[in-house]
């Protein structure tokens, strides 16, 4: 996966050293986003996720891939299992949440992972782990985190869609 047709996202036009700031930009865009939809809990269709669904699922996006990333500095090629995403949405009541404890909580783990991503050298950059999705294949931590700036400016712009509006903004 290098591109993503749908958003427009390409994966090698994000350089290491932007990828920090980027994670930052992304997650400072949801609260205007998730307030630009009427009802962030409602769901357009029965298998489209909410904007507040998709913003618990950004969240997690940024917890699990910091837990990997840790993972690929203590491991040589770890096996990154599934995250169960949308066990997830059913399991931690994604809907029930309190919209505004979401974005703090997205904002803060985003600015942990981009912490943490910023810190690390070429040679840490080209690390591997066996990333699960979309098929089982070895991917560098330069990868994972373009991955994880892909995630959050995709669902992004999912939620602006649930709004009416259609700009990913930065994708």
């Known amino acids: 996966m290098d591109r993503c047709d749908e958003c427009l996202f390409v994966y ?21 986003a998730l307030r630009g939809v009427p009802d962030p809990r409602r769901r357009p269709a029965p298998e489209v996720w909410s904007p507040l669904e998709y913003a ?6 940024f917890r699990v891939q910091r837990e990997r990333l840790a993972l ?3 491991v040589d090629e770890p096996e ?5 995403r949308d066990e997830l949405v059913i399991t931690e009541r994604y809907n029930a949440q309190d919209p505004q404890v979401v974005l703090a909580d997205l904002a803060a783990a985003a600015d942990g992972f981009a912490a943490r991503f ?10 591997t782990g066996v990333y699960p999705w979309p098929q089982r294949e070895a991917r560098t931590l330069r990868w994972l985190g373009r991955h994880t700036v892909h995630e959050a400016e995709h669902h992004l712009l999912d939620i602006r869609r649930a709004g009416g509006a259609g700009t990913a903004g930065g994708a």
Do not use: I, K, N, T
């Open 12 to 32: 090698s036009a994000l350089g290491s050293g932007d990828l920090p700031q980027r994670l930052r930009d992304v997650a400072a865009q949801y609260p205007a």
């Open 118 to 127: 910023g810190a690390l050298g070429e040679v840490e950059l080209a690390r």
């Open 80 to 84: 990154f299992h599934p995250m169960g």
């Open 72 to 74: 690929a500095l203590r």
């Open 56 to 61: 618990c699922h950004v969240r997690d996006v």
